[in-house]
């Protein structure tokens, strides 16, 4: 995670990008809720850097951890909430469960590269495993995120220049999106959320498996999206898909849908390099394309 602050400054054409830092070297006037924050939740922070990331404060510093200097990244809003904080590691560091799935995944004979320790306020701690393909012009990179018991979350592959974790920031949720997944998944784990002018999207994983669920802007529940595997379909929605017209095409990908107004499975599907989406209700009754 060195790579942080050069990457911050080297960003300065995507977004307004202003320093500062400790006591000696003062560019920017840090309001003090910030600082106040940083130190509370770090006591120990030295070399303090701070820039402005869009709607973040992002304050890059570091720590004494059993005696060694470890770099963190921290983000907070301008009333010093606490977002999230990347801590830089290594391959060797992560749990074991993780370095398993590593080893399990299709990403096995990469090189690991680095790896970095994400922890967010109400989500899910992500393990990211930097992995490296190649060399020179024709080197690939992807980033690994894996949860501590070794789920992997999702891979990113090509790594965008100048990332810095930025899609990993939380949400804080409305009350009621909150109550919602309290009450219908009690036991589900925080992957991903989001909110925008449309309402709340939230992934989680519920069990050992990942769910999407949406919300409108009062934070009533609108869907729930879980993938599921082909063969775990209903038979007579497998039917139904082979009585109609896409009986020949090949299934990518099918997703379980729950909304207020009925249940289906939409199917992702591909024939001769065209693709189509198609919705077919639980109980096999209407089979409808998506434009």
């Known amino acids: 995670m060195k790579k942080f602050f050069a990457i911050a400054l080297s960003a300065a054409s995507l977004c307004l990008c202003l320093s500062a830092c400790d006591d000696d070297d003062n560019?920017?006037?840090?309001?003090?809720?910030?600082?106040?924050?940083?130190?509370?939740?770090y006591p120990s922070a030295t070399e303090v850097k701070w820039y402005r990331m869009g709607y973040y404060s992002v304050a890059e510093f570091e720590t004494s951890d059993n005696g060694?200097?470890?770099?963190?990244?921290?983000?907070?809003?301008g009333s010093g909430t606490w977002y999230m904080t990347a801590t830089d590691s290594s391959y060797s560091q992560m749990p074991q469960a993780v370095q398993t799935a590593f080893t399990q995944s299709q990403y096995s004979s990469w090189t690991t590269d680095d790896a970095d320790i994400i922890?967010?306020?109400?989500?899910?701690?992500?393990?990211?495993?930097?992995?490296?393909?190649?060399?020179?012009?024709?080197?690939?990179?992807a980033i690994l995120f894996f949860t501590q018991d070794g789920f992997l979350v999702r891979t990113l592959i090509p790594v965008?220049?100048?990332?810095?974790y930025q899609d990993c920031l939380p949400?804080?949720?409305?009350?009621?999106?909150?109550?919602?997944?309290?009450?219908?998944?009690?036991?589900?784990?925080?992957?991903?959320?989001?909110t925008g002018r449309t309402g709340t999207e939230l992934e989680i994983l519920d069990n050992g498996v990942v769910?999407?669920?949406?919300?409108?802007?009062?934070?009533?529940?609108?869907?729930?999206?879980?993938?599921?595997?082909?063969?775990?379909?209903?038979?007579?929605?497998?039917e139904a898909l082979l009585a109609?017209?896409?009986?020949?095409?090949?299934?990518?990908?099918?997703?379980?849908?729950?909304?207020?107004?009925?249940?289906?499975?939409?199917?992702?599907?591909?024939?001769?390099?065209?693709q189509a989406v198609v919705d077919i209700a639980a109980d096999g009754s209407t089979v409808t394309p998506v434009n």
């Open 119 to 141: 922890e967010r306020e109400g989500a899910e701690t992500l393990y990211a495993v930097e992995a490296v393909s190649g060399s020179g012009k024709s080197q690939t990179d």
């Open 68 to 77: 060694s200097q470890t770099d963190r990244q921290a983000w907070f809003d």
């Open 27 to 41: 560019y920017w006037p840090v309001p003090p809720a910030l600082t106040e924050s940083l130190y509370n939740l």
């Open 171 to 194: 949400a804080l949720l409305p009350a009621a999106v909150s109550a919602y997944v309290q009450s219908q998944y009690p036991s589900a784990r925080i992957l991903a959320s989001a």
């Open 211 to 238: 769910r999407t669920l949406l919300f409108d802007n009062s934070g009533s529940w609108v869907s729930t999206s879980t993938q599921v595997a082909e063969t775990d379909v209903p038979s007579v929605v497998r």
């Open 244 to 274: 109609s017209a896409y009986a020949s095409y090949t299934v990518d990908d099918v997703n379980f849908r729950q909304t207020q107004s009925g249940d289906f499975y939409r199917y992702i599907l591909s024939s001769n390099g065209r």
């Open 160 to 164: 965008p220049h100048n990332y810095i």
